[in-house]
Nanobody
Framework: QVQLVESGGGLVQAGGSLRLSCAAS????????MSWFRQAPGKERDFVAT????????YYADSVKGRLTISRDNAKNTVYLQMNSLKPEDTAVYYCAARREPFFAGQNLELEYRYWGQGTQVTVSS
């Protein structure tokens, strides 16, 4: 079992920045590919970004490329999502997720992930 707890969400103006954190516990963190997903009101949960076990490889959804950056610190069992140049359409609940399967540089699917955090709300005002 892996337990995931997100933090760092909040209210920010368009153009602003936030950094989300996801702390993991329970198993060897470095064995897991980590990803961020988000769910806007009334919409399905969408893939945002993913990072490999070592952190050497990352992949992003087109909608966030160049603005959001995923990273991890295996010594701290934490994955981060640095969010810059935020837009109102980034408003959503952000979830971190973990899986043991190898890193995939493409659109990751929700069903591929076994472990999920509870989510953290990000609201971007115009």
């Amino acid at each position: 079992q892996v337990q995931l707890v997100e933090s760092g969400g909040g209210l920010v103006q368009a153009g602003g920045s936030l950094r989300l954190s996801c702390a993991a516990s329970g198993r060897t963190f470095s064995n897991y590919v980590m990803s961020w997903f988000r769910q806007a009101p009334g919409k399905e949960r969408d893939f945002v970004a993913t990072i490999s076990w070592s952190g050497a490889q990352t992949y992003y959804a087109d909608s966030v490329k160049g603005r959001l950056t995923i990273s991890r610190d295996n010594a701290k069992n934490t994955v981060y999502l640095q969010m810059n140049s935020l837009k109102p359409e980034d408003t959503a609940v952000y979830y971190c997720a973990a899986r043991r399967e190898p890193f995939f540089a493409g659109q990751n699917l929700e069903l591929e992930y076994r472990y999920w955090g509870q989510g953290t709300q990000v609201t971007v005002s115009s």
